[in-house]
């Protein structure tokens, strides 16, 4: 896990604090698929997003905790279905778990596991790894 923090590049002069979390056996000569994972309206990153995160770098990726998964019992879930209305790729998926409402998905582990086992096999199908002459 390390601790970073950048500039925004939207004008405004935004600090950002971030995470980035690396698979346990990590190797910098490598490329890896990365994951940014976005908390939730009233999340931190060090709350959903960084267990997110975690776990997502357990199933091999490079995160940065800075996501579209919503609890069928959520009262937000209308952002999530508007999020997914909007997102302009053809290559998408929104998820629904269960039983789970808004505060359910920061840390009850079964949501959080059912959550992240969808998003990592999204992530897996979906990124390609990164071009060795950037």
Same mark, same amino acid.
């Given at each position: 896990m390390k601790k970073v923090n950048f500039q925004s590049k939207n004008g405004q002069s935004i600090a950002i604090s971030a995470v980035i979390n690396s698979p346990q056996a990590f190797d910098e000569s490598k490329t890896y698929p /990365?994951? =940014?994972v976005a908390h939730p309206g009233g999340g =931190?990153?060090?709350q959903t997003a960084g267990l997110y995160a975690r776990k997502l770098a357990e199933a091999g990726f490079? %995160?940065? /905790?800075?996501?579209i998964v919503a609890g069928s019992m959520a009262g937000s879930r209308w952002t999530s279905d508007d $999020?997914?209305?909007?997102a302009a790729s053809a290559n998408k998926k929104f998820h629904v778990v269960e039983g789970s409402n808004h505060v359910q998905l920061y840390d009850v582990p079964k949501y959080v596991d059912e959550a992240v086992s969808v $998003? /990592?096999?999204?992530f897996k199908a979906? $990124?390609?790894?990164?071009p %060795?002459? $950037?």
């Amino acid at each position: 896990m390390k601790k970073v923090n950048f500039q925004s590049k939207n004008g405004q002069s935004i600090a950002i604090s971030a995470v980035i979390n690396s698979p346990q056996a990590f190797d910098e000569s490598k490329t890896y698929p /990365a994951v =940014v994972v976005a908390h939730p309206g009233g999340g =931190v990153k060090e709350q959903t997003a960084g267990l997110y995160a975690r776990k997502l770098a357990e199933a091999g990726f490079v %995160t940065i /905790a800075f996501q579209i998964v919503a609890g069928s019992m959520a009262g937000s879930r209308w952002t999530s279905d508007d $999020l997914y209305k909007r997102a302009a790729s053809a290559n998408k998926k929104f998820h629904v778990v269960e039983g789970s409402n808004h505060v359910q998905l920061y840390d009850v582990p079964k949501y959080v596991d059912e959550a992240v086992s969808v $998003l /990592a096999s999204f992530f897996k199908a979906n $990124l390609q790894p990164l071009p %060795t002459n $950037l």
